[in-house]
Nanobody
Framework: QVQLVESGGGLVEAGDSLRLSCAAS????????MAWFRQAPGKEREFVAG???????YYADSVKGRFTISEDSAKNMVYLHMTSLNPEDTAVYYC??????????????????WGQGTQVTVSS
């Protein structure tokens, strides 16, 4: 049974940092590209960051230079380290997985597996 479980969300102030974690199970982790998406109230879910084959990383322009995605394949974990947070980063953050052989995608509809999400709220 495939499971993606996010954790680490919370309420922080503008300028703070936060690290999200995603624990993956039920599939061969090294065969999948992992990504973080987010959805703010009233908005569509959007791509935030992705990682494929450990070293290839991708970022949305809005988070480039502030967010860092990484993974620990020995632990089947994916992380999103977020710095210089601002209120526009407030959203539910989701972890997602897609078969790495298919290449990387920023399109949410190309991802097979999703976590339940973790709320990040940034106060001004």
């Amino acid at each position: 049974q495939v499971q993606l479980v996010e954790s680490g969300g919370g309420l922080v102030e503008a300028g703070d940092s936060l690290r999200l974690s995603c624990a993956a199970s039920g599939f061969t982790f090294n065969n999948y590209a992992m990504a973080w998406f987010r959805q703010a109230p009233g908005k569509e879910r959007e791509f935030v960051a992705g990682i494929r084959l450990t070293t290839s990383t991708y970022y949305a322009d809005s988070v480039k230079g502030r967010f860092t995605i990484s993974e620990d394949s020995a632990k089947n974990m994916v992380y999103l380290h977020m710095t210089s947070l601002n209120p526009e980063d407030t959203a539910v953050y989701y972890c997602a997985a897609r078969a790495a052989r298919l290449g990387f995608s920023t399109d949410q509809w190309h991802y097979n597996y999703w976590g339940q999400g973790t709320q990040v709220t940034v106060s001004s």
